[in-house]
């Protein structure tokens, strides 16, 4: 190619959107909006400590899940943290990282979020579950963002479409095999409320950080703070939903 083109993915834009031919190839992928070089100020220096540093706060959570035996969400929580964090550099930074761009890595970013979301599913779902339905419900999550996010990863509704369908999923299991008594009382605990809160707070946190370029989070600390947020409502909801971790010591 003759210039570098900075938006250009056929699942994105519509075809030829900048007049230019090469946007019909597959294999071209969105590289963000920061064409202009890097420059190493304050406010970069910043942004960098808070989208990427809040990403260790994972780490409480995937101990949490490791202590309970939950290879599964361990998996998907790490995964999350390195995809944001590589990521979060490739944009700040302007570089490639294994030969991909920050357009590459926000979409492996997105799914392991939605997936994460999805690991709620199993952990309200309790152990009284069946495994069959505990990996029917995460195939299901796969699924759907991996066919939202190949059509469009940089809109919004298409990344709250499996959230939602999740939701829903869940909603589904809950219905028709729950024991509802047992259900609704590993759902009243003070712990569970709290991590619901701190998600609502987390998610308003998310809300202002989308509009970072028009000045409203211009050293991206709201996305940091949807980070740390996300990293202590996952704390919260594993060690509410799931007691073994805690009967066993007692024990």
């Given at each position: 190619m003759g210039r570098r083109v900075l938006f250009c993915c056929k699942t994105e834009l519509r075809y030829n959107a900048l007049g230019d031919p090469e946007c019909g190839r597959h294999d071209l992928v969105f590289v963000g909006s920061r064409g202009e070089p890097v420059v190493w100020d304050l406010d970069t220096v910043v942004e960098l400590v808070a989208v990427v540093?809040?990403?260790?706060?994972?780490?409480?959570?995937?101990?949490?899940?490791?202590?309970r035996g939950r290879a599964c969400e361990v998996l998907t929580g790490l995964a999350l943290a390195v995809t944001s964090t590589l990521y979060h550099v490739c944009?700040?930074?302007?570089?490639?990282?294994l030969s991909m761009n920050a357009g590459n890595w926000h979409r492996l970013d997105n799914v392991f979020t939605i997936?994460?979301?999805?690991s709620l599913g199993p952990l309200l779902m309790g152990r009284a579950a069946t495994q069959a339905q505990v990996d029917g419900f995460r195939a299901a999550v796969l699924v759907f963002?991996?066919?939202?996010?190949?059509?469009?990863?940089?809109?919004?509704?298409?990344?709250?479409?499996?959230?939602?369908?999740?939701?829903?999923?869940?909603?589904?299991?809950?219905?028709?095999?729950?024991?509802?008594g047992h259900h609704r009382r590993r759902l009243a605990t003070r712990e569970f409320w709290w991590a619901c809160g701190?998600?609502?707070?987390?998610?308003?946190?998310?809300?202002r950080g989308l509009d970072h370029q028009n000045g409203r989070d211009p050293r991206r600390l709201f996305h940091g703070a949807w980070h740390a947020l996300n990293a202590l409502a996952a704390t919260l909801f594993v060690r509410a939903l799931d007691q073994s971790a805690a009967a066993a010591k007692q024990s």
């Open positions: 540093g809040s990403n260790l706060l994972f780490a409480a959570p995937v101990w949490e899940l490791a202590r944009d700040t930074a302007r570089v490639e990282i997936l994460s979301f999805g963002g991996l066919f939202f996010q190949e059509l469009n990863p940089w809109s919004l509704p298409c990344m709250l479409a499996p959230v939602c369908a999740a939701s829903v999923l869940y909603a589904a299991w809950a219905a028709t095999y729950a024991a509802r701190v998600q609502v707070v987390s998610l308003a946190c998310f809300a």
